[in-house]
């Protein structure tokens, strides 16, 4: 059988780009499910990536339906005039009672949910919130029902970074549900995770943490905090 007689294959492919820097992250504050919105920063961030997206033929548009997301995916739909699709499953990892605050308080006012999110224990369940597991399979069913129903197309998620890192390994097939701890990728602020679908047994990588569009603006100094 030569190549030619194989079935077309259409070949999806899935942009993740976190949020533009909000006011939070500049204040090294978990944002969790808070409104912070973007800072002025953040704002030049979402306009470049918009550009570029543009440029590469992306044309469907999701977003987390977190205003610091939405923001972000804002100057990529007025320049294709496509719709954004925002959805709560693209939320970041609801932090509950760690919500709003800095690092440094919540180590010392909830040690026990601190540290089981930095050492990224799967299974915990932070107090008032939700577990790494349990953001796992919201954005994971998400991101197949988007692929199979945009099959072919190019498709923009705008998330945030332990969603994204959480999508990435699912991606990558490095976590499940039953997994106890995962590797943390980081995902700068408009950082793109780029991958190639032809099938959920054939994803193909084609870069992390994208930020060569955002040099002018942040320099090499492009990560921010959650």
Known sequence: MT????????????YLVRHGQSDGNAQ??????????????GKAQADVTARLLADEGVSVIY?????????TAEPLAELTGSEIHSTSAFRER??????GLTFDESKKQY??????????DVQHVITNGESYKQLLQRT?????NIA?????????????TGAICFMTLHLMGAVRGSSR????????????????????RNIRVLALNDTRHLTDITGNDSFGAR
């Open 28 to 41: 090294g504050r978990f944002g969790g499910h808070g409104p912070t919105p973007l800072s002025e920063l």
């Open 111 to 120: 040690p026990e949910d601190y540290f089981a999110l930095i050492n990224r």
């Open 148 to 160: 199979r129903k945009h099959a072919g197309q190019r498709i923009a998620i705008f998330s945030h």
């Open 181 to 200: 701890s995962t590797p943390w990728l980081i995902t700068s602020n408009c950082g793109i995770n780029r991958f190639e679908i032809r099938s959920r």
């Open 94 to 99: 609801h932090v509950g009672v760690l919500e």
């Open 63 to 71: 977003s987390s339906d977190l205003a610091r997301a939405i923001q």
């Open 140 to 144: 994971s069913n998400a991101l197949w």
């Open 3 to 14: 190549l030619s007689t194989y079935p077309h294959v259409a070949i999806t492919r899935i």
